[in-house]
């Protein structure tokens, strides 16, 4: 049986690649290991065996640090970190704290949200409301029509996507300068939802796009002036090379290597409504929940602008990220200072997590 793969031995795998895919991956990815020292009093050693394991451990922790050099995304992974088991257990209290909120507004749309000045878009499993407080001069709401977000289905979540699309769509109509649309998915309290029930938003801007979403149109268009090759098929070739890439028909889809938070998943697909993306991510959501236990998460969806623009987004993709923000119970956040200003510090093995979802996928 092959040895089971660590991001830890990162280096070590990229030099096992054929020629070629070890060009690749060196060409998009700068990958250093150093070990972290530290010398513990006797007395802490007890504490220290029950916490690791044992305590060499924890005196030579072996670090890698990733750095995406297109991008300039990178990630911090520490073995005593990435070695913790997945966490998958359900939370019953959870699901009694959800079902203590049902007949909330958005179990009522239509008289508990406000409309957008087009009206609302209503689909099999969701309909549109306007934001009270907005993030930009468009802003939606997609209310679920289930009040519990962790009952998603493929299919629910592809229609959630479809609502949002045609929400794009119709704001655009009404002004045709608000021409680039943002999907995103804050999912539960520690993901930044502050209301329980099923929601996804979607907004609109105008003048340019978001700056993080320009930013790596930028960087994909510098590396295709470059290299010559498309950065975002280049990207998943390297993921898939060394076994991060999750089979799903229509799409690729991977665990990053450099995830800006836990068991970050990136999937690249064609066009925004294509139905096989939004149902790989409804497919890669529901394992987040059953398989990997995720409760709080984000999703957000890069999508070139819905009319024409002067800077070219010919070769752009749809880039969904999908990210774990940690148990609900949890008081401490999972971002701090190096997330917010220098590189993140990630506890899963981006290994770990593709085999679980490949494991659940093909089965
Ligand atoms: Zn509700």
Redesign the pocket.
């Known amino acids: 049986m092959a040895q089971e793969r660590k991001v830890t031995d990162l280096r070590a795998l990229i030099s096992d690649l054929p020629k070629d895919d070890r060009a690749l991956a060196d060409r998009i990815f700068d990958v250093s290991t150093t070990t972290g020292r530290l010398d513990p009093p006797e007395a802490m050693y007890a504490w220290i065996e029950k916490s690791f394991g044992s305590t060499n451990r924890v005196t030579a922790q072996r670090i890698v640090k990733v750095t995406n050099l297109i991008t300039l995304e990178g990630t911090l992974f520490n073995e005593l970190r990435a070695s913790r088991p997945l966490d998958t257990g359900v939370s019953l209290d959870l699901d009694r704290e959800i079902a203590a909120?049902?007949g909330?507004p958005?179990?009522n749309p239509e008289a508990g949200t406000p409309a957008d000045v087009f009206g609302r878009v209503q689909g099999e499993h969701a309909t549109t409301a306007s934001n009270v407080a907005k993030y930009d001069g468009f802003h939606g709401v997609i209310v679920f029509d289930d009040?519990n977000p962790l009952h998603l289905t493929p299919e629910k979540v592809a229609g959630y996507v479809s609502v949002g699309l045609e929400w794009g769509r119709q704001a655009l109509e009404t002004d045709p300068e608000a021409r680039y649309p943002f999907l995103m998915w804050n999912c539960l309290w520690r993901a930044g939802g502050s209301i329980i029930?099923g929601h996804a938003q979607v907004t609109a801007t105008r003048g340019s796009h978001y700056p993080k979403v320009e930013r790596l149109r930028r960087a994909a268009a510098a590396y295709k002036a470059e290299h010559g090759s498309d950065y975002f098929e280049d990207l998943a070739h390297v993921h898939a090379s060394l076994s991060l890439d999750i089979p799903l028909e229509g799409v690729r889809a991977f665990a990053s290597l450099s995830p800006i938070k836990e068991k970050e998943l990136v999937v690249i697909g064609d066009q925004p409504g294509d139905p096989s993306l939004s149902r790989a991510v409804g497919a890669l959501l529901e394992g987040y929940v059953k398989d990997l236990g995720v409760r709080a998460f984000n999703v957000a969806f890069y999508m070139p602008p819905l009319g024409p623009t002067q800077e070219d987004w010919s070769d752009f993709p749809t880039v969904v990220y999908i990210v774990d923000r940690g148990d609900p119970a949890n008081r401490t956040s999972d971002m701090g200072a190096m997330e917010l200003y220098a590189a993140s510090v990630v506890a899963s093995d981006p290994f770990r997590v593709a085999e679980v979802l490949r494991d659940d996928l093909s089965s």
Do not use: A, K, L, S
Request: aromatic share 14%; glycine share 0%; net charge negative.
């Open positions: 909120t049902e909330d958005f179990c009040h029930h």
